[in-house]
């Protein structure tokens, strides 16, 4: 057969499709040392003190350390810091560093760095500042340990710098953590098990962390985010995949190793699966919330805001997004289900609800003239979507004239700072959720707050609730929190700050070659997992 | 000829600067804040007021504006909000995979639905032309998510022949680049298929009747060269006109196929900035989309003279 020119081009093109040119440059570590992960969504910030947003956390938690940290049951350990006392007088908690601890560049971790970072964290968190009231001052006292002085004994100041509800108290070097706590920091430095790794990383697309082959682990077993952090991979990287159909055929054709919120729906697909683990990892999950907008009528009249807990019908919510009841269930603790301070204190109503006629009755009594209630509703996230929908419905039934504000989710993240009066920009509720574990904490969940137009979006006021939340952080031990906490419930459904929706957990799916998956809440953690 | 092109670019310029002001009022007339993205959930309204006036988010918006079209006058396309990275280098980031999959669909397509619709005219009437038109229809007809996700379902799950998502780039081979372009460029360009098929079909039609072509067959020339070298050019100018016009069909098809796909190409970038409010970034991006889009149809309007010598500029 005679070679002709065509039959060259052709026959070249052909061998190089089928064999592919072998990559240039860069050494990458293999797959199968390799785990790429499709978290919750893209990481837009990666200052973890400037967002709350929980997947800015979780960045976090793979390039920082912590001081204190929770294990697995929830209880504050210590983490960076080796011996730790308070004085008799409770007035002056002293903190030691463990030896060896470095920064990513290779410098050592100190005191002035720790009391930087809590100043910056303190600066933007509800914690933090709730802490920084009590403090004197926080001071090095030599190289390795560092002083909280405080003006009155004060229950928390551990559990504050262990906390996972975000912003964590994350550990930076000195001179990043003296950025304005208002701008972002731009160089992400940390002492944490991985390496965040900016050549590699594509923003929007692909975030590299590499394994931090000087991190100084503690001896203690993996335990939440307590304990070794023993990183068994070279690279970890967050795939960010907004089609979560995309997502879960890749997991299933092996492409991706684990994948944080695969669609609920579909679970049983994955279930089905023999290469993949369906499992869930924050057992307390999350809790919907419906926040009210405390300036306007009608729900600036408590008994507008009681109706709403007659109203709602827990399982119709969990229902309409979740489904499978495996995964969701009816609570009634202003605490949430499963967190220490879970408690039945005046939840006469919870037993009760739903009952229309009752909240008939109370909008009645509140005095409701029929002007519209403004609902913000977020159509691209499938639990608020659902949620407000029903919701409308039946404050139609209730007799409110019900008007839905429709837009997606950053409408309504938008709209709902805005203070005006409903009829002009403003809102009456809006729908949302938290982690469960974070409802637990008086102190550290921002929806706690009843400090009016200083707290969160809703701004509720209420002298006694706050002087509660003060009790329950001055509480010498868990005990006398858990009776606070009774005391602050058996308040609160009397001037019911919020109304919650149901409590659901989210479950991940992952491939079964994925070893020492940790489970713990609010914290999705790569350390500790080997892959076989 | 140079005039007109001359001509025509300045008037690119000034469709550019109207698109501009659109893009920019749209933008920031409608409900969203990228500062109450950026800060979160549990961020309190003073949080989310701090980082508004960090971003100048503040300031009002003809200066807003002012500011941002005196940049990118002198070239520079502004700050990604969330990122902190240029403009310009998130955008020459992405353009490899985004030109990949529009050069790929567009040579499939082309050369799938010209050969279809030349095949249609002649075989008119017959079950191979009901078949392609039948098919070009759902082409059509069928979005392009829905087609993406029967073929993940069928060749990368059921056959496990292709992967499912992502894109590598043509440095690290050629073999990885094209299996992860062969599914989202038949995804992208199944619509396209059937808009071109469809036109050159009725435009061969109508030169197929002519005297000529009858003058042709009648000289006993080849069907293969009556077809292509006799109708076909002289059928190109619609059939031309319609792939520039199809070029919008391509960008808007672009943003969902990267989006199914997982491609990090320009069309998931101002997907992702739209969801956070990214201003510069859409801003950025839509401004290049228009001036690509007014681009090619004037490379298309040029091209009518190479496919018909009466026209002249």
């Not at chain 2, 007809?141 to 799950?157: A, D, E, H, K």
């Amino acid at each position: 057969m005679r070679t002709t020119r065509r039959r060259f081009v052709q026959g070249t093109l052909a061998t190089t499709a089928l064999s592919g040119i072998p990559s240039i440059g860069r050494a990458q570590p293999s797959r199968a040392r390799t785990i790429r992960a499709v978290m919750q969504g893209d990481l837009r910030s990666l200052d973890p003190i400037w967002t709350t947003a929980n997947i800015t956390a979780y960045h976090g938690a793979m390039i920082y350390d912590t001081l204190f940290a929770l294990d697995g049951d929830q209880k504050t350990q210590p983490q960076m810091v080796g011996k730790f006392g308070v004085s008799d007088d409770k007035l002056t908690h002293t903190f030691e560093l463990r030896d060896g601890l470095k920064f990513h560049d290779g410098a050592p971790v100190t005191a002035d760095d720790v009391v930087a970072s809590i100043r910056r964290w303190a600066a933007r968190d509800g914690g933090g500042q709730h802490m920084m009231l009590r403090v004197k001052d926080i001071s090095k006292k030599d190289d390795k340990t560092f002083v909280i002085a405080l003006k009155e004994p004060y229950g928390l100041v551990a559990d504050l710098m262990a906390k996972t509800a975000t912003p964590l108290l994350y550990i930076m070097p000195k001179k990043i953590a003296e950025t304005d706590p208002n701008q972002q920091i731009t160089e992400y430095t940390g002492s944490g098990p991985f390496i965040y790794n900016k050549n590699e990383t594509q923003m929007g697309q692909r975030y590299v962390y590499d394994r931090n082959p000087n991190y100084v682990s503690r001896s203690e077993p993996s335990s939440g985010m307590a304990g070794a952090k023993t990183v068994k991979v070279d690279r970890v990287i967050y795939e960010n995949m907004p089609d979560s159909q995309t997502a879960l055929q890749a997991l299933k054709a092996g492409e991706i190793d684990f994948f944080e919120i695969p669609p609920i729906d579909l679970l049983d697909t994955l279930e089905g699966d023999p290469e993949i683990k369906v499992d869930v990892l924050n057992k307390t999950g999350n809790f919907g919330i419906m926040r009210i907008n405390h300036l306007y009528p009608p729900f600036n009249n408590v008994d507008a805001r009681k109706a709403l807990l007659y109203l709602i019908n827990q399982e119709e919510f969990m229902k309409a997004s979740f489904g499978n009841p495996k995964y969701y269930k009816k609570c009634g603790s202003n605490f949430a289900c499963g967190t220490p301070m879970e408690n039945d204190e005046n939840t006469a109503w919870f037993k009760e609800a739903p009952n229309l006629a009752k909240a008939k009755e109370l909008f009645q009594k509140s005095g409701y003239d029929g002007r519209p209630v403004v609902l913000l509703h977020a159509t691209n996230i499938d639990f608020m979507n659902n949620s407000a929908q029903i919701m409308a419905q039946r404050l139609r039934e209730a007799g409110v004239n019900a008007q839905l504000a429709t837009s997606d989710w950053g409408g309504v993240i938008t709209r709902r700072a805005v203070k005006a009066p409903p009829d002009q920009g403003g809102w009456n509720l809006f729908i949302t959720w938290s982690g469960s574990a974070s409802v637990g904490n008086a102190i550290a969940w921002v929806g706690h707050q009843a400090t009016g137009e200083k707290g969160w979006f809703g701004w509720p006021t209420d002298d006694v609730h706050e002087k509660l939340r003060d009790k329950w952080a001055a509480a010498a031990n868990i005990d006398e929190q858990k009776a606070v906490a009774r005391e602050m419930q058996k308040h609160d459904w009397d001037f019911v700050p919020h109304v919650w929706l149901g409590q659901w957990q989210s479950p991940v799916a992952y491939r079964k070659n994925l070893k020492g998956v940790l489970a713990l809440p609010e914290i999705v953690p790569f350390w500790n997992i080997e892959k076989v | 000829m140079l005039a007109y092109i001359a001509r025509r670019l300045a008037s690119t310029v000034l469709v550019m600067g109207i698109v501009a002001v659109f893009v920019f009022l749209l933008l920031h007339l409608s409900p969203g804040d990228p500062a109450a993205i950026i800060a979160g959930d549990n961020a309190t309204g003073e949080q989310i007021a701090g980082i508004r006036k960090q971003l100048g988010l503040d300031d009002a918006l003809p200066v807003q504006f002012y500011r941002w079209l005196a940049a990118v006058l002198h070239g520079d396309l502004g700050i990604s909000i969330f990122s902190n990275e240029p403009v310009a280098k998130l955008i020459s980031q992405r353009i490899e995979p985004t030109l990949s999959l529009a050069l790929m669909t567009l040579l499939i397509a082309v050369t799938l639905a010209v050969s279809f619709g030349v095949v249609a005219a002649w075989k008119v009437g017959s079950w191979v032309d009901r078949s392609l038109m039948v098919v070009s229809v759902l082409g059509f007809s069928v979005p392009v998510f829905v087609v993406g996700y029967m073929l993940i379902y069928v060749f990368s799950i059921s056959l496990r022949w292709l992967p499912v998502q992502g894109y590598s780039p043509i440095d690290q081979g050629f073999g990885p680049w094209i299996e992860r372009l062969i599914l989202p460029s038949i995804a992208l360009g199944l619509a396209y298929v059937a808009l071109i098929a469809r036109i050159t079909r009725t435009s061969m039609l109508e030169v197929l009747a002519e005297d000529y072509i009858r003058t042709a067959n009648a000289k006993g020339v080849a069907t293969r060269s009556v077809l292509l070298k006799h109708a076909l050019k002289n059928a190109g100018v619609p059939i031309i006109t319609v792939i520039g016009i199809g070029v919008a069909l391509l960008i808007g098809g672009v943003v969902i196929t990267e989006t199914v796909f997982n491609i990090p190409g320009v069309g998931r970038l101002v997907v992702d900035a739209i969801s956070k409010r990214d201003y510069p970034i859409i801003q950025g991006v839509i401004l290049i989309f228009s001036g690509v889009y007014v681009l090619v149809n004037l490379l298309v309007d040029l091209s009518y003279t190479l496919l018909d010598p009466r026209i002249r500029y």
